[in-house]
Nanobody, 125 residues
Framework: QEQLVESGGGLVQAGGSLRLSCAASGRTFDRWTMAWFRRTPGKEREFVAGIDWRDLSTIYEDSVKGRFTISRDNARNTVALQMNSLKPEDTAVYYC??????????????????WGQGTQVTVSS
């Protein structure tokens, strides 16, 4: 059974930084498209960032461009989300997601096969 385990969430003041990490079990991690999503109360889970398995290209949701950076280390089966210049509106539960079907980065959560348990990020004003 494949598993994703997130870590690194917490409480930070506006303007601060956090780094989320996701550790994956799986022998074919290097072929998985990886992404981060987030959810706030009363809203659907939304795409934040994704990284392609082939060329390591990345895609970001507009509100986090220039502030967040997604990266992956295939040797360690990990994916990270560096979050800088955090804003109160970034407060959410953040989820790591894996798409095991070969293909491009997808924005819809239904296209992902495995999920982590989520980690809370709270940004105070």
């Amino acid at each position: 059974q494949e598993q994703l385990v997130e870590s690194g969430g917490g409480l930070v003041q506006a303007g601060g930084s956090l780094r989320l990490s996701c550790a994956a079990s799986g022998r074919t991690f290097d072929r998985w498209t990886m992404a981060w999503f987030r959810r706030t109360p009363g809203k659907e889970r939304e795409f934040v960032a994704g990284i392609d398995w082939r060329d390591l290209s990345t895609i970001y949701e507009d509100s986090v461009k220039g502030r967040f950076t997604i990266s992956r280390d295939n040797a360690r089966n990990t994916v990270a989300l560096q979050m800088n210049s955090l804003k109160p509106e970034d407060t959410a539960v953040y989820y790591c997601a894996a798409r095991v079907i070969l293909g491009e980065i997808r924005y819809n959560e239904k296209d992902y096969d495995y999920w982590g348990q989520g980690t809370q990020v709270t940004v105070s004003s």
